[in-house]
Structures are given as C-alpha cells and as structure tokens.
C-alpha cells in the first residue's frame, strides 16, 4: 500500500509542475495568447501573435502578415534593447532601420507593461495611432517579440514590427 501511495504522490506532484504559476489550471490549458510573458523563460507565440493580428486584419478588410525572418530578429532585438534601457524605444528609431533593410512602409509597435499577449494585442487596438500599425493596408509582413527584465518598472518590453 507505501508504494501506491508514494507512486500517487509522485504523479500528482507531476501534474501540479504543469500547472500555471500557482493557479492549479494546466499550461496546457491556457491559450497561448494569457501566458504570462514576465519570465526569463518566456516567449510570446509568434504564430499566435501573426494568427490574432491577421483575424483582425481579415474583419476590418485587409491581408493577413506573414512573420518574415528579418522582422523578427530586429523585434527580438529591439525588444532586449529596450529591457536592457529599462524603456520602451522610439518608433521613428526602429522603422529607419527596418527601412535601411529594404523594407517599404515600415511601422512599429513599441510598448511594455503589457504581461500577455491579448494584453498587448487589446492595449494597440484601443490606441489609434498602435491599431494603425496593425491595420496598415500597406503591410504584408510582421515581427513580434518580448523581452522581460526583471527588475525593471515595466517587467515585459514589446516590439511588432510591419513592413511591405
């Protein structure tokens, strides 16, 4: 009888690791859209992002994005950047240098506090000038990246990058 015992406690103890940061639901469980991205360990779903993005483009007549491979590494590096300054960066800054690429009509969300990304995706829907960049007819790619600092005031930095 121990040995059940000591095996039901070891699967249990299992079960409970998967769980979401002490909220008893299984990760498993949680759309990847409510994870929460304030962890080292923690990276936003890039095909959920482009896949949430491009519904809301659909419904309002545009295209959807496609994640384009150097969109992404400048998200991802902006992202760190602006953990590493410990504050969101300038647009402006960003969209010359997804220019100098040899991308057209470059555009960039650049926020933080933000801890999931239907946060994130809500917070640029609700600002004109964010929900632009998302509903820019022009763009046909996109990158999307986090980045958490843990000691900073904000905790989670954002970086969507568009672009034709």
Same mark, same amino acid.
């Given at each position: 009888?121990?040995?059940?015992?000591?095996?039901?406690?070891?699967?249990?103890a299992?079960?409970?690791?998967?769980?979401?940061?002490?909220?008893?639901?299984?990760?498993?469980?949680?759309?990847?859209?409510?994870?929460?991205?304030?962890?080292?360990?923690?990276?936003?779903?890039?095909?959920?992002a482009?896949?949430?993005?491009?519904?809301?483009?659909?419904?309002?007549?545009?295209?959807?994005?496609?994640?384009?491979?150097?969109?992404?590494?400048?998200?991802?590096?902006?992202?760190?950047?602006?953990?590493?300054?410990?504050? @969101?960066?300038k %647009?402006?800054?960003?969209?010359? +240098?997804?220019? #100098?690429? /040899?991308?057209?009509? &470059?555009? =960039?969300?650049? !926020?933080?506090?933000y801890?999931?990304?239907?946060?994130?995706?809500?917070?640029?829907?609700?600002?004109? @000038?964010?929900n %632009?960049?998302?509903?820019?007819? +022009?763009?046909? #790619?996109? /990158?999307?990246?986090? &980045?958490? =600092?843990?000691? !900073?005031?904000?905790?989670?930095?954002?970086?969507?990058?568009?672009?034709?």
């Amino acid at each position: 009888m121990r040995g059940i015992g000591l095996i039901g406690g070891i699967c249990a103890a299992a079960l409970l690791g998967g769980c979401a940061a002490g909220t008893g639901t299984p990760v498993a469980a949680v759309p990847t859209l409510y994870l929460p991205l304030a962890s080292t360990a923690a990276q936003v779903d890039t095909a959920a992002a482009r896949d949430m993005i491009s519904a809301y483009r659909r419904n309002r007549g545009e295209k959807p994005l496609v994640i384009d491979p150097e969109l992404q590494r400048l998200a991802e590096a902006e992202a760190a950047a602006m953990a590493l300054a410990d504050r @969101p960066s300038k %647009a402006q800054t960003v969209k010359t +240098a997804v220019a #100098r690429l /040899g991308y057209d009509q &470059a555009n =960039a969300n650049l !926020s933080a506090g933000y801890h999931t990304l239907a946060e994130a995706f809500s917070g640029w829907r609700d600002s004109p @000038p964010h929900n %632009a960049v998302m509903l820019d007819p +022009a763009a046909t #790619r996109m /990158g999307i990246a986090t &980045a958490f =600092a843990p000691g !900073s005031k904000y905790k989670v930095y954002w970086a969507l990058l568009t672009a034709k």
